[in-house]
């Protein structure tokens, strides 16, 4: 009998990442799907690599290869096939790998493996979320200097295992995009700056109004304190050189050109407004306003904050999808910062649990970053509201994380409203509108800010006062993708001021924008009892158990909380009458 013989080796373990639950749902699907899968796209990428699969597993395999770069190699080109079949499929049957490598001593005893090598590879497999790669710190090392980058992960307690081990996760530079070209702006770090050219005129005696209006978006997009913008001088000093948005980048150092135009017929103001990359030429937002210059001043300055507030949304999605194509060895601070804002943003629970982690990494590496603690505050008290994580730790740490954010930069409105909408959620309504006045004082332009107003004042039971904040978010922002959110807040005040099929009207709304986001059948299904729809109720109340298991969970959970005991009741007296008990 031949005796077994101890060697080096890269190991790689591959399973499927939530098995259980597919199997749970579809038994015979899930498993046909899973055969297929291992049969025409995992061996035969191993083999094509080099490696031999040694084993399999109840919904995965383990593979061994000589070098740990050919293994790395191997995960990624079969993640990215499994993930091409996963595209494609029902998302309720998608099936999406997760993989770890280890390099280490294994035993082999004939066509079997043992030893630390297959021990650990099979615990970086846990550590590894759907779709990613996650290798040791060995295997990473043989990687540096090839075509593969390593965001570092930390120390890590894995079951069974004697020691901790610092975990990696593993990705390809190649298909990360080229580095922005524009230079930054001195004393900002690497946020990328805004240049707001001067209006262009048809007629030269409308230049003053032109310029005006220009001078109040540059302090608008000041106050909004997202970017840096450049001076007037600076950027008036092009005025009528016929350079492109490109060419003004380049001169002034910026990634991001303003510029349109402004025409006059009779009293009536017509004004476009542009904003383009100025590393591609790509123009990103184009939108056209129109007012009455009954008011020259009052009507530059409404310009300015409609101007601004389309633009925020807009810059925070591109410089996302900007960040999260740069491999993360090469990525800045500012650049991983905004890396977890695309997660965050797409407000899913597997999106905010990496949001979170991207924004303690940021943390970790600029403990002082204020805009970090406030998007971790944020990503902390969503997570907790949707029950996607132990509440009141989590709770605790955004409120401790929401005073520091203030405390590192009190004139930031992003610092303001991330502690107000924290104590807004711990029931703290009053405590809440005084960080959100000064939100809104900062930054009149802040739609969220607004949004988050209206959520507090209907929590005091004061809907008149709620619904002018709820509207001014709702035109200041009309595009925003985070609309859904803002829309309960109007259809809150509906209801509490008595207007059940306004109500409706606007739950209706939110719910077809994002049939996800259930809290907005709270409101639905209680207008639909006040108007006596019961029938129609029945159809929904499915969802609303989705949230709370019934009405004495509803009141205990969050109606009593949040809300003074007049508004609670009368919302918990429409969830009655819908037959939710």
Known sequence: MPSAERRLAAILAVDVAGYSRLMAADQEGTHARLRSLLDEVLEPGIQASGGRVFKRTGDGLLAEFSSATAAMRCALKVQEGAELRAEAAPESSRLRLRAGIALGDVIADG?????????????????????EVVVSEAAARVGEGSELWFLDLGIKHLKNLPHPIRAFRAGLSERAAPRVAAAPVPGFGERPAIAVMPFRVADQTDEPFADGLAEDLITAIARWRSFP???????????NKGADAREIGRTLGARYVHEGTVRRSGERVRVSADLVDADTGETLVAERFEG????????????ARGIVARLEPELVRHEGERA???????????????RGLWHHYRYTRADNEIAREIFRRTLEIEPDYPRAAASLTLAL????????????????????LGQRAVQLDPTDPMTQ??????????????????????????????????AMMAFGYNYLDCPEKA??????ALRLSPHDPRRFLWLPALAGAHYLSGDYRAALAVAQEALAADPKYLVITRWLVASMGQLGRTNEAAVVLPLLHQLDPDLAASERKWARLLFVPSAAERLLDGLRKAGFR
């Open 111 to 131: 066509d079997d493996l043992f030893g630390d090598g297959v021990n650990l590879a099979a615990r970086l497999e846990g550590v590894a979320g759907a779709g």
């Open 229 to 239: 913008v450049l001076s007037r001088s600076s950027s008036f000093s092009l005025r």
């Open 292 to 303: 009455v210059a009954q008011d020259a001043l009052q009507l530059q300055e409404g310009l």
């Open 324 to 338: 999260r194509r740069v491999p993360p060895p090469q990525a800045s601070t500012y650049e991983l910062y905004q």
């Open 381 to 400: 008290t969503h997570a907790a509201w949707c029950d996607w994580t132990d509440k009141q730790p989590a709770q605790a740490e955004a409120l401790a």
């Open 417 to 450: 409203y991330a502690l107000g909408t924290t104590l807004n959620h711990l029931g703290r309504a009053l405590d809440s509108l005084a960080r959100l006045r000064e939100c809104v004082h900062l930054n009149p332009s802040h739609a969220a800010g607004h």
């Open 467 to 472: 619904f002018p904040h709820g509207n001014v």
